[in-house]
């Protein structure tokens, strides 16, 4: 069998059904990758870094296949010899995209333009038919292929949605992924997500990811960025990662172009998109989702997704986020929408086995005896990052602080800051001045607490870690206050210390049990004054008196 790979989305969409062969000894997998897509780029490392060494294009091209499978119509597949199954790359058919080298209609133009995969400019080449079997997730795109290019209705196999089913079977994972993502208790998760072009929400809005997540509190949301693997492609990861440093500092983290979004997905408590594909797995999924960009003239409006941005809520650009965002999950999905989203497949959990059918019958083999079973989606590598500049408001009762956390990235995109903030930052901040402006500087070690803060005169705290429940707040007078607790909670501690003396309070009466109240969850510290040996760290000396009680 061979794999036709025309770039980084066609061969994860590739690798789920691939597996369906992977037990069978009878077949073997070859991979290629034809030169034809724009976005080819990256195409053979991605694979490489698999372990997979394609097969030349030109010398595929000279061999027989028992089947070649792609999930992409560019390029010339009839030079393959084998039969040819095409499956979609996306959640079915919907975007207008002409032939490469064809002209695009004028304005106002009566014929309507080829929509990709459907469109007789994809599906024939000099009246013959490219591919022996096209498979279709749902029934409605059957009735879009009947009208324009009939030729193909004979060929085509409705076969469900297999990325989408195995979505749907990770579902119980929901809360591995949702650690995994950062998001635990009531912190909402929310997925960011852009297809590719102009139009699309990252081409409109590039700093959309960085505004949203420098206005949400840091403890009641995480925000995540999935870019299609196009965007990464065309522009290079140095210019992604460069064009998404204010987002990074505002705690937004860039999930990887190929795999990520689906358990972001599964995890997720919102969807902010657009007329991408991602956009509409979510709304399937049943996580509620807005639309930041919808263009109604590059997608067919009879597909599901052209139905899909006219019924979906769309994200004001004018109004506060966080009000937004909390409506859209108070306020019952739009009607019908619910109709719309289930045109994402015709055979819900039943893709696996109706694909793999087909891949036998094409290989005019017996199938296995074992059931086709879509594979969860794999976890995602741990990341519990908070931004390096915080800022943070305290509000203090007796013995309860009320903390509420933004990305200090937020004076950077809104040109200021909530009334009664200060600023926290970790010495890991490149952004020097916030580091400059710092009323709070966060160390890795307290051993290094009195030499940072002598070296910022405007610097009112320090903060660092004793050992793994412990940790030390001092100010440039001499005073010292050991906390003990989750080590998380280090640098919130030492904004309510911050609070404490700002507001004129005994500093002995921080000793003692103390309440902090960190978006919808509770934490208790305990917090004592205590005085720490003068130079304690000589050269050679162990550090016993940090480590200690005094």
Known sequence: MLAVVHNVTAATRLLDVAELVGGDLRVQTTFTVPPYSAFVDGTEQFLADLGIRPLPWDVATTRHFD????????GDLRKLDAPRM?????????????????????PGARSPEPVFGLSAEWLLDDGELIPSSLVLSHAEQLDRLVRDCADAAGVAVLAGDPCLDRMLASRPLRAVYRRALGTVGDRRLVVVSSTWGEASLFGRYPDLPARLAANLPLDDYRVVLALHPNVWQWHTPWQIQVWTESAHRAGVRLLPAAEGWRAALVAADLVVGDHGSVTFYGAALGVPTVLAAAPTDVVAPDSAIGRFI??????????????QLDALLERPAPAGLASVTALATSAPEQAMSLVRKEFYRLLDLPEPIWPAEPLTIPVPPDI????????VRVELTERRAVITRYPAEL??????????????????EPYRVFLELAEIVVVPD???AAAVLASMPGCLLAVGMLDARSWLVIDATGLEVRCTGDAALARVCASVVHAWL?????????????????????????????????????????????????
């Open 310 to 323: 006219r019924l979906a809520p769309r994200l004001d650009h004018d109004r506060p986020y966080p009000e």
């Open 384 to 391: 519990e990052r908070e931004p390096g500049a915080q800022l």
């Open 502 to 550: 700002t507001s004129g309070r005994d500093p002995e009466e921080l000793r003692g049990a103390l309440s902090l109240g960190l978006g919808a969850g509770t934490h208790v510290v305990t917090v004592e004054r205590v005085q720490l040996p003068p130079d304690p760290l000589r050269v050679g000396d162990e550090p016993a008196g940090l480590g200690d009680d005094h």
């Open 411 to 428: 004076v950077r995109v809104a040109h200021g800051m909530p009334r009664g903030a200060h600023l926290s930052v970790d010495v890991t």
């Open 67 to 74: 089947l070649a499978v792609a999930a992409s119509h560019g």
């Open 86 to 106: 095409i499956i979609p790359h996306g959640m079915g058919y919907n975007k207008y995209l002409l032939e490469p080298g064809a002209r695009s209609p004028e």
């Open 446 to 448: 307290a051993r290094d």
